[in-house]
Nanobody, 122 residues
Framework: VQLQASGGGMVQAGGSLTLSCTFA???????AAWFRQSPGKERDFVAA????????GYKDSVKGRFTISRDNDKHTVYLQMNNLKPEDTAVYYC?????????????????WGQGTLVTVSS
């Protein structure tokens, strides 16, 4: 199983980025999520989505600014991030779990991508 995250970069506050995560080698249906981690902090839940996209959840501080979506034909999950703030700066990780529905804790996910850095300047 391989998860490949991409799309990170440096933007100014108020800007936008779209992260992508491609999934390879997962044979079953899976929930997918994005987490983020800043230096010295624990990995933190950002957003998650079920296989069918019928259930979606967000961290409170990103509601209304971030949108998670997926294209199962392309084995890809996206995180559209708008109105970015300096406090969104972190390494963003995608994750997958064969368990449905999605969870908010890292231990609920079996597979992880390598992370992509998002830096938001003020």
């Amino acid at each position: 199983v391989q998860l490949q995250a991409s799309g990170g970069g440096m933007v100014q506050a108020g800007g936008s980025l779209t992260l992508s995560c491609t999934f390879a080698g997962i044979k079953s249906k899976y929930a997918a999520a994005w987490f983020r981690q800043s230096p010295g902090k624990e990995r933190d839940f950002v957003a998650a989505i079920t296989w069918s996209s019928g259930s979606i959840g967000y961290k409170d501080s990103v509601k209304g600014r971030f949108t998670i979506s997926r294209d199962n034909d392309k084995h890809t999950v996206y995180l559209q991030m708008n109105n970015l703030k300096p406090e969104d700066t972190a390494v963003y990780y995608c994750a997958a779990s064969p368990i449905s529905p999605w969870g908010r804790w890292p231990h609920e996910y079996d597979y992880w991508g390598q992370g992509t850095l998002v830096t938001v300047s003020s």
